[in-house]
């Protein structure tokens, strides 16, 4: 089965700081790759997504991520964050078992605060 | 474009009562999926629904229930409430569900239910 994992579960910035966020997810064949945002109070926003071709993906509000297929990695990249980041992340991952229906499989998330 | 709706937003039940709740997906999607968020165990798979049958299933006991109706709509129902279901009820919907890959989820605000 599918899983996904998120090493770090909360994560103090300074305003301005560079942040990035790991994701690993385990499965070795075609995948959809996602970042979704929980800001408080707001429902799930997708950052960015990676469906095929170039590795290096960007988003809204300036994040991007970077899909690396051989460390079955997708890590969340920011070069300077701002107070209004502060929010849950969630690494997501959906892929297709010999076909059959599969689902979003959610890493546990980020929680990021960005300090003034 | 209405965002998917779910409603009620919050519910307060008793340990032993049944509950629904509703989701309303963005018109034309035909994939309702439904997730628990809880602060342990991050966001977990209910289940899909594609056309009113349901398509993939995770690991909840027999307790959760769902359909989806011809106009897309869903309801998911939790029976015999129990503390521990407390938590934060998601609804995603999206075009052709996870079964196909390249298709993106959108979730709604979620159904916060507290069980005392």
């Known amino acids: 089965a599918q899983s996904v994992s998120q090493h770090n579960h909360h994560v103090i910035l300074s305003e301005a700081a560079s942040l990035e966020l790991g994701c690993n997810y385990s499965?070795?064949?075609?995948?959809?790759l996602f970042w979704y945002v929980q800001y408080p109070g707001q429902h799930l926003q997708l950052l960015l997504k990676?469906?095929?071709?170039?590795?290096l993906v960007k988003g809204i509000k300036g994040f991007e991520a970077e899909f690396i297929k051989s460390k079955f990695s997708f890590n969340l990249r920011k070069p300077s964050v701002q107070w209004s980041d502060t929010a849950e992340y969630f690494c997501a991952v959906n892929a297709l078992h010999g076909g059959t229906a599969s689902k979003l499989t959610f890493g546990t998330g980020t929680r990021l605060q960005v300090t003034l | 474009k209405a965002g998917v709706t779910q409603t009620p937003r919050y519910l307060i039940k008793t340990r032993g009562q049944q509950v629904t709740l509703s989701c309303s997906p963005i018109?034309?999607?035909?994939?309702v999926s439904w997730y628990q968020q809880t602060p342990g165990q991050g966001l977990q798979f209910l289940f899909e629904y594609f056309s009113e049958t349901q398509r993939n299933k995770g690991n909840f006991p027999g307790r959760f229930s769902g359909r989806q109706f011809s106009n897309s709509r869903s309801e998911m129902n939790v029976s015999t409430l129990e503390l521990g279901d407390s938590a934060l009820y998601l609804c995603a919907s999206s075009l052709t569900g996870a079964a196909s890959l390249n298709t993106e989820a959108f979730f709604g605000q979620g159904t916060r239910l507290t069980v005392v």
């Open positions: 499965y070795g064949g075609t995948v959809n």
């Open positions: 990676y469906f095929s071709g170039d590795p």
């Open positions: 018109s034309g999607h035909r994939s």
